[in-house]
């Protein structure tokens, strides 16, 4: 069984720092690709940043140059820093990784964390 826990999420006021990582655990043969996406009320959610299993990245236009997305595939683990934090940037942010399970009845698919509360104040 396979899935993710984030951590790091909480209160900061603009133009503050945080954190966020997210773990991957279970019977897990690979980890592809993996991100973050964030859901804001009234909004749907969206991509905030991607990492590749070879490191390439990909991120939105709102974020670039302020967030920053890692990965260390040795402990399974993604992490999101971002600097600058906007009240526009408040949400709950979703941790996603495409994984192949150890199962071999199990085809790769995508998994999701639960989130985690981001509130950025004025």
């Known amino acids: 069984q396979v899935q993710l826990v984030e951590s790091g999420g909480g209160l900061v006021q603009a133009g503050e720092s945080l954190r966020l990582s997210c773990a991957a655990s279970g019977s897990i043969l690979r980890l592809d690709a993996m991100g973050w996406y964030r859901q804001a009320p009234g909004k749907q959610r969206e991509l905030v940043a991607l990492i590749t299993s070879g490191g390439s990245t990909n991120y939105a236009d709102s974020v670039k140059g302020r967030f920053t997305i890692s990965r260390d595939n040795a402990k399974n683990t993604v992490s999101l820093q971002m600097a600058s934090l906007k009240h526009e940037d408040t949400a709950v942010y979703y941790c996603?990784?495409?994984?192949?399970?150890?199962?071999?009845?199990?085809?790769?698919?995508?998994?999701w964390g639960q989130g985690t509360q981001v509130t950025v104040s004025s």
């Open positions: 996603y990784a495409h994984i192949v399970a150890l199962n071999p009845l199990l085809g790769p698919r995508p998994y």
